[in-house]
Nanobody, 123 residues
């Protein structure tokens, strides 16, 4: 069993910053890609940023230059630094981890999800 626990969400003014964290724990052999997704009311979930085990990153066009994804492999943790926040960034943010678990070795990786954390950008 694998669990992802998120933290760092909250209310921030436009132009402000937040740092999200997501720590994976449990029967983990290794983690490949990790990422952040978000979903606003009435909209579909979208990829915000992703990062490979080697550190390669990709971002949605809407956040390029403002958000930075990083990871600490020793801690099985992924971060999302969000700067110059806009009201359009308001959403529930979910982290993901593609995990090779001790319990499912030989079956391929499985994508686990965090519980979601609310980010609200408003004055």
């Amino acid at each position: 069993q694998v669990q992802l626990v998120e933290s760092g969400g909250g209310l921030v003014q436009p132009g402000g910053s937040l740092r999200l964290s997501c720590a994976a724990s449990g029967s983990i052999f290794s983690i490949n890609a990790m990422g952040w997704y978000r979903q606003a009311p009435g909209k579909e979930r979208e990829l915000v940023a992703g990062i490979t085990s080697g550190g390669s990153t990709n971002y949605a066009d809407s956040v390029k230059g403002r958000f930075t994804i990083s990871r600490d492999n020793a801690k099985n943790t992924v971060y999302l630094q969000m700067n110059s926040l806009k009201p359009e960034d308001t959403a529930v943010y979910y982290c993901s981890a593609d995990v090779d678990s001790y319990n499912t070795r030989g079956l391929g990786t499985f994508r686990y999800w965090g519980q979601g954390t609310q980010v609200t950008v408003s004055s």
